[in-house]
């Protein structure tokens, strides 16, 4: 593993663990196992960190959820199918601090506009993959309601993390989905 990429992995660890408000120059460092000249010479401002952090847990996603996608995929499955199997992903997730870390960035790209790019790039991705799902099963206009789809999805996640449960992931997204016409 590259220097960068050492400080880029340490940087997502700490804000899992303190938060973005955590995230200290020494704390990475640490974590990473790297000089402080490393880090500024790879990152010249903290802007840019958690930027390339965030990208660099939007490609891993990505590919993880693309991945996801191909296993599920099979003819015929139904929308209450495809819905329980999002739910048993969904339960068997564990809140790691590699887990929290992509909400923290989410909510700093929230005061720093230096970072919606990169969350924007994200949710593209979770939008591309529930389009290609949604459009799989035969839902109407697949690309209208793949941002509603994430958007659900995310909010139990959240709602599970801040309560320790959630309300049934498959039963709310197959009402969304019947709901649309499909």
Do not use: W
Not at 73 to 78: A, C, H
Not at 98 to 121: F, H, K, M, N, V
Not at 137 to 154: D, K, M
């Amino acid at each position: 593993m590259s220097a960068r990429e050492a400080i880029l992995r340490a940087a997502l660890r700490v804000i899992g663990e303190q938060g973005v408000a955590g995230l200290t120059n020494r704390r990475i460092v640490a974590e990473a196992g790297v000089s402080l000249g490393s880090l500024t010479y790879h990152f010249p401002s903290q802007t840019e960190l958690l930027r390339q952090a965030m990208l660099l847990f939007a490609e891993e996603e990505t590919k993880k959820l693309t991945e996801l996608a191909e296993t599920q995929r099979t003819d015929g499955i139904s929308v209450e199918q495809a819905a329980l199997a999002v739910e048993q992903v969904l339960a068997g997730m564990t809140f790691t601090t590699d887990d929290i870390a992509p909400l923290e960035l989410y909510l700093q790209a929230g005061r720093d506009p230096g970072l919606r790019d990169a969350t924007q790039r994200c949710f593209a991705a979770y939008d591309e993959l529930a389009t290609t799902i949604l459009a799989a099963l035969g839902v109407p206009e697949p690309r209208q309601l793949a941002g509603p789809v994430v958007a659900l999805i995310a909010g139990l996640q959240l709602r599970r993390l801040a309560t320790g449960e959630a309300p049934s992931a498959s039963t709310a997204l197959t009402m969304l989905i019947h709901g649309s016409g499909g």
